[in-house]
Nanobody
């Protein structure tokens, strides 16, 4: 079973920065897409950013220009650099990976809390 281990969450003031990391238990190249989703209290989980194995990225409109998703193949890690954080960015952030094994299989990390104080 593939595991996704997240780190880097915490408490930050509005306008500050955080970097989230996600390290899978298997090689990054085995995934078609990796990404970050978030879920705020009382809201549905939503896409934040994704990156394909061809390094094509996609961002939610609400984070464009502030967040950057990237991969370090040597470290087998996916990052989410979050700058100019806003109170509304407060949520649990989940790492996601999708792998085609015949059908597409989706994996989730355990989540890491990001709290932005206003």
């Amino acid at each position: 079973q593939v595991q996704l281990v997240e780190s880097g969450g915490g408490l930050v003031q509005a306008g500050g920065s955080l970097r989230l990391s996600c390290e899978p238990s298997t090689i990054i190249f085995s995934f078609n897409t990796m990404g970050w989703y978030r879920q705020a209290p009382g809201k549905e989980r939503e896409l934040v950013a994704t990156i394909t194995n061809a390094d094509v990225t996609n961002y939610a409109e609400s984070v464009k220009g502030r967040f950057t998703i990237s991969k370090d193949n040597a470290k087998n890690t996916v990052y989410l650099q979050m700058n100019s954080l806003k109170f509304d960015d407060t949520a649990v952030y989940y790492c996601n990976a999708q792998q085609r094994l015949g059908a597409m299989v989706t994996y989730w990390g355990q989540g890491t809390q990001v709290t932005v104080s206003s």
